[in-house]
């Protein structure tokens, strides 16, 4: 007798590609910099190894994204985050792998193409890109590109980004491999410019907001701008929305500024000295962290109410934390992942999908 076909999905298939209703996860840059505690600072092989531990509990706890981004100074090690990405697809099992973000304007988009797709075979189809503008401008320099030709060359290489997922070889070559994921699915991160969202309305791509400063209400005429220009190109899906932020999670909320404060002010004052910007005061952190500022910072209970807060605002799908903004305790960052994944993420979801009913 001819037996029974097994009904599992076969570990060669991608995932399906519906999302959750609401998807919790993390990004990083692997910053590498002293700890303001000790002073020290670990190689860079002990920061990726860590870096690779946190992946992988992420995906354990239930969490849905990682992203790294991508940076090209000596403060951060993800100046190629694809094989790091790769390292983490060995690692772990569901979570879905993204860039966070591809500098796309400086870089070739037929190498974009490749090592994602092949990220995506190693993951079984877990693999995403997320393309912007970036923190940082070294990558101009570095790869020989312009930095006032910024715009032309996002515009041109986005372009070609989309023709060559659909399938569009170059010069009369294919480009390989294919994903497993057909389409590779691409984001694009703004930071809050009309024609940036204009631009990911009229290509049908969803929005991924960075809000890292101001009062995250005064984002919502951005997204009310992306939404009513994706539905006039009369595409009958709902543009996917995302939003991306800065904060911190463990058992009280004087613990978790107590933790994160000296860490986020030493990289943003770093940062501010190239800049110009006025040191960052306590104060003035801790106001940020309120339920009405951008970091998303306290207790588990405070940071479900933050994001409930805020999909409120935004009705947005996805929201990913950035819990390394410096350099924090590797087991204080594995806690507050544990804190995100096991007590934070099931209140979320079990009210969006309430509220979605």
Do not use: C
């Not at 992946?55 to 706890?61: K, S, W």
């Amino acid at each position: 007798m001819t037996p029974e076909p097994s009904p599992e999905v076969s570990p060669a298939e991608p995932p399906a590609n519906e999302p959750p209703a609401f998807e919790i996860g993390l990004y990083s840059f692997a910053e590498h910099t002293p700890d303001p505690a000790t002073g020290g600072t670990i190689s860079p092989a002990e920061r990726l190894r860590n870096l690779l531990e946190e992946v992988a509990l992420a995906d354990e706890v239930g969490l849905d994204v990682f992203g790294l981004g991508e940076h090209h100074r000596p403060d951060y090690l993800s100046s190629a985050p694809a094989p790091i990405l790769a390292a983490a697809a060995a690692r772990t099992t569901r979570i879905r792998l993204t860039s966070a973000v591809t500098v796309l304007s400086s870089d070739d988009p037929v190498r974009v193409f490749q090592d994602f797709a092949t990220l995506d075979l190693l993951s079984q189809g877990r693999a995403e890109i997320m393309v912007g503008r970036g923190s940082f401008t070294e990558s101009f320099p570095l790869f020989g590109y312009d930095l006032r030709d910024y715009e032309r060359l996002f515009e041109d290489k986005l372009e070609r980004l989309l023709a060559l997922r659909g399938g569009q070889g170059v010069n009369g070559l294919g480009v390989y491999p294919r994903p497993l994921q057909e389409p590779l699915p691409v984001w694009v991160a703004v930071g809050g410019t009309p024609k940036s969202v204009l631009r990911a309305a009229a290509l049908g791509l969803p929005l991924a907001l960075a809000i890292i400063g101001g009062l995250p209400e005064q984002f919502v005429p951005l997204i009310e701008l992306y939404r009513s220009a994706a539905a006039r190109t009369g595409r009958a899906q709902r543009p996917r929305l995302g939003v991306n932020a800065h904060g911190f999670l463990a058992p009280t909320r004087r613990e978790a500024l107590e933790l994160a404060y000296p860490a986020h002010a030493t990289m943003m004052n770093r940062i501010g000295l190239e800049r110009g910007w006025p040191p960052l005061s306590l104060e003035q952190f801790e106001a940020a962290t309120s339920l009405r500022g951008a970091n998303v910072l306290g207790s588990p209970e405070q940071v479900a109410e933050k994001l409930l807060f805020q999909h409120a605002l935004f009705d947005f799908d996805r929201f990913l934390l950035q819990l390394s903004v410096g350099t924090l305790p590797h087991r204080a960052v594995l806690r507050a992942i544990e804190l995100l994944g096991a007590e934070v993420a099931p209140v979320v979801r079990a009210e969006v999908a309430r509220r979605r009913a």
